[in-house]
């Protein structure tokens, strides 16, 4: 096979980065201001990733570096499409302690909100994905505790959900750390309470106010009530699971399923009426000939003869 070079693929000119450069690229990202931890953002082999480690006044507290610890443990054991993956733990020089997460380009559910940019449709998908997340981490025995919309990303491509910061998320098989802790707005009753066991209620509490916000900008009838069971101070009264939140957002609505009947009924009384008033304004003779089986030969030969004309037996009689 002859090489062509002039249709080969490959990087033009003689501008190709150094090595140093592909393989990593720290700068601040974001920190939280209540918060303990600080995001870096890099470039690794001409990939993005983001780097979490704590801030450097909470660095060399032990209390802070097993909640990072305990965060990278439960969050680098999940794989799922709606969650940010996160990949390895590092102990970079100017860092301290740290883990690398994927890098998602998107908006936190939050900026979606507050800048309006939410529909009907996008909002049933986004709970939804939330719904799948959260099953996802339930069936591990893992309870996220800080699900609010700025822990939620909406990816630019495809509008997916990534659920992100297991920073205050517990599970089974964790018997220290469990604080009362999370964002006070979406923290559950039972949260901030002491020496009471969690179940996956407590998330679903949370999801009930972030539906709630996200109703404010749809204002549908289903999540209204679907938000009002979720967010019950009372956990025995809010759903048992997000599997049965999932049901509820995949069944018709009802009342946009009559709204449809009724208008296809009045669409159908309505012709019918006009039909009627076509019928009315026809012709006498038009009207006699649509009642009648008209056959014109067969109609002919039935029709009684006009007195005037003499039959053929007529004739003979009386000519004898």
């Known amino acids: 096979m002859n090489y062509d070079e002039e249709n080969s693929s490959g990087f033009i000119g003689s501008d190709f980065p150094e090595q140093d450069m592909m393989l990593t690229e720290l700068k601040p990202y974001y920190a939280s201001k209540n918060g303990f931890s600080q995001l870096y953002i890099c470039r690794m082999q001409g990939k993005l990733y983001i780097i979490k480690g704590l801030k450097e006044a909470y660095r060399s507290q032990e209390l802070y570096r097993q909640l990072l610890r305990k965060e990278f443990r439960i969050g680098s054991e999940l794989n799922h499409p709606n969650i940010a993956r996160i990949i390895s733990m590092e102990d970079l020089p100017d860092i301290g302690l740290c883990f690398q997460m994927e890098y998602i380009n998107g908006k936190t559910l939050r900026e979606l909100i507050n800048q309006k940019a939410i529909n009907r449709r996008l909002g049933f998908k986004i709970i939804a994905e939330i719904c799948d997340a ?4 339930h069936s591990k025995q893992i309870i996220h505790k800080d699900l609010k919309p700025e822990n939620i990303l909406i990816t630019n491509n495809g509008q997916n959900v990534k659920l992100i910061d297991f920073g205050l998320s517990d599970s089974d098989d964790y018997d220290i750390l469990k604080l009362p802790a999370g964002t006070r707005k979406y923290i559950a009753p039972e949260q901030i309470e002491k020496d009471v066991f969690l ?60 709204l449809i009947v009724m208008s296809v009924v009045i669409v159908l009384i309505g012709a019918g009426i006009a039909f009627q008033m076509t019928r ?41």
């Open 134 to 137: 959260l099953r996802y981490i």
């Open 280 to 320: 009315k304004t026809q012709p006498d003779f038009i009207r006699e000939m649509q009642r009648s089986d008209f056959n014109a030969p067969d109609s002919l030969q039935l029709q009684p003869l006009p007195p005037d004309i003499i039959t053929e037996e007529e004739f003979q009689s009386s000519s004898i």
């Open 199 to 258: 179940d996956n209620r407590t998330d679903i509490y949370s999801l009930g106010i972030i539906i709630k916000e996200m109703n404010d900008l749809i204002h549908s009838t289903r999540l209204k009530k679907i938000a009002k069971r979720c967010s019950q101070s009372k956990r025995e009264k809010r759903y048992r699971s997000v599997s049965e939140i999932k049901e509820c957002l995949e069944q018709k609505d009802s009342s946009r399923t009559a």
